[in-house]
């Protein structure tokens, strides 16, 4: 019996159904089935009762057309259920479970975006994976495939966020999943998968990294055998890649070598340092945790200095030298200390050719954050014409008192052109933080504590001119602050300039009693094209003007040229109208937890 005709047969019946079955008599395609069907049916009655059929639906007129394809259709039907298997040809294995506890509460409806989101491509993907997390949608077994095989996302924020965030919560729950869709030839989803498997496994994963160390694609392999690091016996094969030729799979057993810490290993971490792979090195010598290795790489640097102050290819022993610093890094051990001490002691190490490497081991020295390193880079003050300045400086504020640090370097801003009081200048900006920050960031910069300045600075920055600086280091009511603020609004009224609108912020802060007047005044004075958008800071400011001036606002408003700010304005105005009358109270109650805790409150 020849099964295929019937699934020929069945394919040209379903055709009909579609065309119509006015279209069946003498359909030309049954009408070359027919003698197949009417040979098979004098072996099979079956057969002949379908050959029938089928004649029967070719001689057919339209009107009956309908229902003889439909009793063909049915009588088809009915034997090709007959003739269906459910053998397979593969063996038969027993099947395996996975023991998972995983729930499955969540309706369908519920896991579907996310499953699409870890799925399909497209924007705000990241935004429906992060609230599916926060949601508890993970421990949905449902889910799990699909989170793994977002493993392979393109967009790398979300295979980052899944193997850094959601697989460890998952746990053994994800492993069935992960060691399904591993491949030893894949990318970078593979190798976290494997990363992922190994945390899982830790004590029954070492066959599978060997596998993948040696067999797998380049990305695997590396993965693989830097994770080999936790595998001591492995010694010997890890050393032997740290000579492959590729950089990547000599990059990752380093990384390897520095997770073992044996004497081979640092023996083989000291030499990379300074061969062609110098580069790789760094890192690993920093995770290493063996403090023979820091102690092997501060007398290599030590002998390298040597050189350096010999005047021995300088250029090439700077450069390995910086070499040696970078590996130094987060090193906090004294001996690392007694050598930068050593080396920013040095006369003929202050050289040109040594820039990089002067600013490096200055910078390294700050990093430790250890009370003798801090307490050296202070000495660095007024040393080789005040080069350190910007370190000693921020030493100096780590551990003395705040009058101590100003009059220890009040006296290098006399003159603003000299290249100290500069980069003084340079690093007090760096380290405050703007008003507009204050306002976007105020989480972090909620630890700043702004009291710890000496109070003389801001009258220092007005001697100055330093008109941001006043801003940033205004406390509490001064005369001489608000005298200044005020000169200096006046002289240059212009409501679009950062600075000006900053001054004015800490004026209203101050409760100047003129400030909503100049506020005013300065607005006017621009005239009606002077802006197209504000910004916190002067949002602010207008909603800080008392209500009396809510009718100058609206006038001011109604002149602009551009309606969206003309809009934003009138808005504005209709706040400040309604506002309640206010009774005086003063600053400090207003403020309650000084300048800096009202600006945020008013800036929230």
């Known amino acids: 019996m020849s099964i295929d005709l ?39 009655p079956v057969f002949n009762r379908m050959a029938q059929a089928v004649s029967q639906v070719l001689d057919t007129e339209t009107s009956g057309s309908a229902s003889r394809l439909l009793e063909l259709g049915m009588l088809l039907n009915s034997v090709l259920y007959t003739q269906g ?41 990241m935004e429906q994976i992060r609230q599916g997390y926060d949601d508890g949608l993970f421990h949905d077994f449902r889910v799990i495939p699909a989170a793994v095989s977002a493993l392979d996302d393109s967009y790398v924020e979300i295979p980052d966020f899944l193997h850094r965030k ?21 990318g970078k989803g593979d190798a976290r998968r494997l990363e992922l498997i190994h945390d899982l496994l830790p004590t029954s994963a070492l066959d599978l990294l060997l596998q993948a160390a040696k067999q797998g694609s380049t990305e695997v392999r590396s993965t693989a055998i830097e994770l080999l690091g936790d595998y001591p016996d492995q010694e010997d094969f890890i050393l032997e890649q740290a000579d ?56 290599h640097a030590e002998s390298v200095l040597e050189r350096i102050v010999q005047r021995t290819k300088v250029e090439d022993s700077a450069q390995q030298l910086l070499a040696d610093i970078r590996s130094l890094q987060g090193k906090r051990v004294p001996e690392v200390v007694e050598f930068l001490e050593k080396l920013l002691s040095t006369p003929n190490f202050i050289v040109p050719e040594t820039e990089a490497v002067q600013e490096a081991a200055a910078d390294l020295l700050l990093q430790l954050d250890l009370p003798e390193a801090d307490g050296f880079a202070v000495t660095l003050h007024e040393v080789y014409n005040r080069k350190f300045i910007a370190y000693s400086f921020r030493a100096a504020i780590k551990i003395l008192p705040p009058e101590d640090v100003y009059e220890r370097f009040c ?116 005239g009606a094209k002077q802006f197209y958008y504000l910004d916190r800071v002067q949002l602010t400011l207008l909603s800080l003007l008392p209500k009396p001036y809510a009718e100058r606002l609206q006038q ?39 300048l800096w805790g009202w600006i945020k409150s008013k800036m929230s």
């Open 85 to 125: 298997k459910t053998e397979t040809k593969e063996d038969l294995v027993p099947m395996e479970g996975t023991g998972a506890n995983l729930s499955t509460s969540f309706p369908y409806r519920k896991l579907h975006p996310l499953i699409e989101a870890l799925t399909q491509k497209g924007q705000g993907r």
């Open 556 to 594: 001011f408003a109604e002149g602009l040229s551009y309606q969206g700010m003309k809009n934003q304005l009138l808005e504005i105005a209709e706040t400040i109208a309604a506002k309640p009358e206010q009774t005086e109270r003063s600053d400090h109650e207003e403020k309650g937890q000084g």
């Open 411 to 526: 006296h290098d801003l006399k003159d603003k052109k000299q290249p100290a009081a500069k980069e003084l200048l340079r690093e007090l900006y760096e380290m405050t933080p703007t008003l507009l920050y204050q306002a976007d960031e105020p989480h972090e910069v909620a630890s700043a504590n702004f009291t710890t300045w000496d109070p003389r600075w801001v009258h220092l920055f007005v001697k100055l001119d330093e008109e941001e600086l006043v801003c940033r280091f205004a406390q509490d009511l001064d005369l001489k602050v608000t005298t200044y603020l005020v000169k200096k609004c006046e002289e240059l009224p212009n409501f679009n300039r950062s600075k000006t609108a900053n001054m004015l912020l800490i004026l209203f802060s101050q409760s100047y009693p003129d400030a909503p007047k100049l506020l005013m005044d300065i607005l006017e004075k621009g």
């Open 244 to 299: 492959d030729k590729k950089k990547e799979i000599r990059r990752a057993a380093l990384f390897a070598l520095s997770r073992l810490g044996t004497e081979q290993a640092i023996a083989r971490l000291y030499k990379a340092l300074g061969s062609k792979d110098q580069d790789l090195a760094i890192e690993p010598i920093q995770l290493c945790k063996a403090n023979d290795l820091t102690l092997s790489v501060i007398g």
């Open 166 to 186: 959601v697989m460890p919560t998952l746990g053994v729950e994800a492993l069935p999943a992960l060691q399904q869709q591993f491949r030893l030839d894949g």
């Open 6 to 44: 019937l699934f020929e047969l069945q394919h040209e019946v379903r055709r009909l159904f579609i065309a119509g079955s006015g279209m069946a008599a003498g359909d030309l395609r049954l009408q070359k089935m027919l003698p197949q069907l009417q040979k098979l049916g004098e072996s099979a």
